[in-house]
């Protein structure tokens, strides 16, 4: 059975950082295209980055507003993809989601809250 779960988040205050880290079990993820997704209330769940698989180069891509904020990245070694934030602003608040998908298969994980307020 394959399982993400991500971890790392929280209550940081503006300008903080977090690194939200996925993990995942039950399959290895160097051949899953991954993403980090957040879903603030009331909003529609967004992409906010992406990462390809091994075939692809591990090539990232960042939602407009993320760049040069955000930073996606994967450890195959350890079955685990994180989303580096910096510069964090309070509308970054949302429950964070990590996706795994080849085809027409995927697989979320259950979310992380990150909450940025002072």
């Known amino acids: 059975q394959v399982q993400l779960v991500e971890s790392g988040g929280g209550l940081v205050q503006p300008g903080g950082s977090l690194r939200l880290s996925c993990a995942a079990s039950?399959?290895?993820?160097?051949?899953?295209?991954m993403g980090w997704y957040r879903q603030a209330p009331g909003k529609q769940r967004e992409l906010v980055a992406s990462?390809?698989?091994?075939?692809?180069?591990?090539?990232?891509d960042l939602a407009d507003s993320e760049k040069g904020r955000f930073t996606i990245s994967r450890d195959n070694a350890k079955n685990t993809v994180y989303l580096q934030m910096s510069s964090l602003k309070p509308e970054d608040t949302a429950d964070y989601y990590c996706?795994?998908?080849?085809?027409?298969?995927?697989?979320w994980g259950q979310g992380t809250q990150v909450t940025v307020s002072s």
């Open positions: 039950g399959t290895f993820i160097g051949i899953y295209n």
């Open positions: 990462i390809t698989n091994i075939g692809g180069s591990g090539s990232t």
């Open positions: 996706r795994a998908w080849l085809g027409r298969t995927e697989y």
